[in-house]
Nanobody, 121 residues
Framework: VRLVESGGGLVQAGSSHRLSCAASGGTFINRGVGWFRQAPGKERNLVAR????????YYSESVEGRFTISLDGAKKTVYLQMNNLEPEDTAVYYC???????????????WGQGTQVTVSS
C-alpha cells in the first residue's frame, strides 16, 4: 500500500492544524496506522496510532489531549488533528501502516514520504 501525506506547513503556536494521509493500492482495514514525527537530530517517534482492529488508539504523552487520530469511513484516509500546537511539535510527520501491534518504527511496513510541520512561537 502506498501512503501520501499532505497538510504540512508553517503554523503559529496555539493554533490548530490537520494532516491527512491517503492510502492507494490498499486500505487501512485490518492494518494499524499511525503518525510518527522526527525533529532534526532526534529519533523518529510514534505520536498516535490505531491498532489493526481499527478501534484501539495510542497517543504519546507529549500529544495526548491535543492531537486526535481518525479514519474516514472507507478506511483509506487517516487524519491527525493537532490542536494547541507548540514549537516543540515542529517536525517532519510521517504516516505509516502495519499489520503488527508493536509501536516501534521497525514494525511498520509501509511509510509515506513525510510532511513538514513548523510551529512558530
Amino acid at each position: 500500500v502506498r501512503l501520501v501525506e499532505s497538510g504540512g506547513g508553517l503554523v503559529q503556536a496555539g493554533s490548530s492544524h490537520r494532516l491527512s494521509c491517503a492510502a492507494s493500492g490498499g486500505t487501512f482495514i485490518n492494518r494499524g496506522v499511525g503518525w510518527f514525527r522526527q525533529a532534526p537530530g532526534k529519533e523518529r517517534n510514534l505520536v498516535a496510532r490505531f491498532q489493526p482492529n481499527g478501534l484501539t488508539t495510542y497517543y504519546s504523552e507529549s500529544v495526548e489531549g491535543r492531537f486526535t487520530i481518525s479514519l474516514d469511513g472507507a478506511k483509506k484516509t487517516v487524519y491527525l488533528q493537532m490542536n494547541n500546537l507548540e514549537p516543540e511539535d515542529t517536525a517532519v510527520y510521517y504516516c505509516a501502516a502495519t499489520t503488527l501491534f508493536p509501536n516501534r518504527p521497525s514494525f511498520f511496513q509501509h511509510w509515506g514520504q513525510g510532511t513538514q510541520v513548523t510551529v512558530s512561537s
